[in-house]
């Protein structure tokens, strides 16, 4: 019986993995146990390069930009590119999942804000909603989702009506207490909807 030698890194050494028939199988993909969907310069995060965390966004780029109060870099550094709208990790696979999409709709990638954190395009609102699906897919259960959202331009009660499932809680913060923190939890079965 042949059998396939991974390396461990945690253990540090070698383990041979085969399924029932003997048959040499590769470990099952590991993640870590947070989720940044769309971290763009990931300025809510202390540590940005938090190895508990797996990053994601659907640009990789790095800008200066002339203000009136100085030069303003962004440093959008996923660990993937990826769309929050169709993930390819497995059901179930997270146990928090934040995300902080953007919540500017412009056509256009101008401006300070939206260069630094996106827009949103197209039919943005159906984006939304695949991306609350997503998020829950790939949530465990019992898993938590994080979600923050900016009132400048759309309200937070319609992007709420986006998902079927119910938020536990919030909080309003920001100097105009525009940006809402949204606390949901994945909990298959509960029947708690909108």
Not at 83 to 105: C, E, G, K, Q, Y
Not at 127 to 136: A, T, V
């Amino acid at each position: 019986m042949e059998q396939l030698q991974t390396e461990n890194s945690a253990a540090g050494g070698v383990s041979d993995l085969t399924d029932v028939l003997g048959v040499g199988v590769s470990p099952a993909p590991t993640f870590p146990p947070v989720l940044d969907v769309c971290c763009g310069p990931k300025g809510m995060w202390f540590n940005k390069h938090d190895p508990r965390a797996l990053y994601i966004d659907r640009r990789r780029e790095y800008w200066k930009m002339e203000h009136p109060s100085g030069t303003r870099t962004a440093n959008i550094d996923p660990d993937e590119i990826g769309d929050f709208t169709a993930m390819r990790f497995p059901d179930n696979t997270f146990s928090l999942v934040v995300m902080d999409p953007p919540h500017i709709p412009q056509e256009t990638n101008t401006g300070m804000v939206v260069r630094q954190y996106g827009n949103l395009s197209g039919d943005w609102r159906e984006m939304l909603r695949i991306g609350f699906k997503e998020c829950f897919r790939v949530l465990k259960p019992d898993g938590v989702l994080i979600f923050k959202w900016n009132e400048c331009r759309i309200p937070v009660k319609e992007i709420l009506a986006l998902t079927d499932v119910a938020p536990l809680f919030g909080h309003k913060s920001g100097k105009f207490m525009q940006t809402h923190w949204v606390t949901f939890m994945k909990t298959p079965n509960a029947g708690v909807k909108r």
